[in-house]
């Protein structure tokens, strides 16, 4: 029997948003990060949703909290393009460093060490060495 989790899988991927979003938001208000992502995802693209940078930030970063890599990503690009969030690229150089130390599959790893290169040819050696101690010392949340 499917959970409400893969149930609302299926409801995105036929299009049914609203149903979607109906199952996943008290999962992500639960501590799922898989719901929390996927509900930065709604926000980020406005499906079921009105679009709004400043949600997805708030869902992204409650999942980047828990270990999500993917939710990592999507903040350090919210970040680095000032979407959600005033621009910040040493937030987004944490962002992308953390993702590409964790992140499992050697695409998405790779995908973050070039957005990391290319927001630390934007910033200063000082602003580097920021982002790479907060990157060192970060430790996921627990719910």
Excluded: C
């Excluded at 149930?7 to 898989?34: M, V």
């Excluded at 992308?96 to 070039?114: C, G, L, M, N, T």
């Amino acid at each position: 029997m499917p959970s409400p989790f893969e149930d609302g899988i299926a409801a995105y991927e036929r299009g049914d948003y609203l149903t979607a979003l109906h199952l996943w938001k008290p999962l992500a208000e639960q501590g799922n990060a898989s719901a929390q992502f996927n509900l930065g995802l709604m926000h980020a693209d406005g499906r079921g949703v009105p679009q709004n940078d400043a949600e997805a930030v708030k869902w992204y970063q409650k999942a980047a909290d828990q270990g999500d890599a993917m939710a990592k990503i999507n903040l350090g690009v919210l970040y680095a393009n000032d979407q959600g969030e005033p621009q910040d690229y040493v937030q987004a150089h944490l962002w992308f460093s953390i993702a590409a130390a964790r992140y499992p599959e050697k695409d998405h790893r790779e995908e973050a060490v070039s957005a990391r290169d290319r927001v630390a040819a934007k910033i200063t050696p000082e602003q580097i060495a920021e982002a790479q101690a907060l990157a060192t010392n970060w430790k996921p949340k627990v719910k």
